[in-house]
């Protein structure tokens, strides 16, 4: 007895469901588990949830990366270097004008005050004032 031959149309249309259910799935899943790790990094990270644990003025550097780093003299009087973190809630201009941080504004060795959160080497900049 000879197989039937497979209905190419039916074949196709089904793979093509397939498919579809399959991104349909990945993408809801995606979707929750990103909404809920954009949650937590926004919790932990947004500087306006953050507490301001560091406020020095000093000059703007930057790394061998061409990362924003800036040094500042500590209470004993002591230079130390921090590495600057920014965020799209960061704020900065002058204390009478406060905007969205456009970093093309900035230049090495500008003199600026920064009020932000510190862990270890890092600062996130909540405020940055010229």
């Known amino acids: 007895m000879a197989d039937k031959p497979v209905n190419s149309v039916t074949t196709s249309s089904m793979i093509i469901w397939a498919i579809i259910l399959l991104v349909v799935i990945v993408y809801v899943g995606l979707t929750k588990q990103g ?3 954009f949650q937590k ?4 990270l ?3 949830a953050l507490e301001i644990n560091f406020k020095f003025s000093g000059k703007l550097t930057k790394t061998i990366n061409d990362a924003w780093s800036f040094v500042y003299q500590d209470k ?7 590495g600057l973190v920014f965020s799209n809630t960061s704020q ?3 204390k009478e004008v406060l905007k969205a941080c456009d970093q093309k504004l900035y230049k090495v060795g500008d003199q600026v005050t ?3 959160n510190q862990k ?4 996130t900049v909540i405020k940055l004032t010229k």
């Not at 270890?120 to 600062?123: K, L, S």
Request: net charge neutral; glycine share 8%; hydrophobic share 20%.
């Open 35 to 37: 909404s809920s790790l």
């Open 41 to 44: 990094s926004n919790n932990q």
């Open 46 to 48: 947004t500087p306006a």
């Open 76 to 82: 004993n009087k002591t230079s130390v270097k921090v």
């Open 92 to 94: 900065c201009g002058t």
């Open 114 to 116: 920064i009020e932000g």
């Open 120 to 123: 270890d080497q890092t600062v």
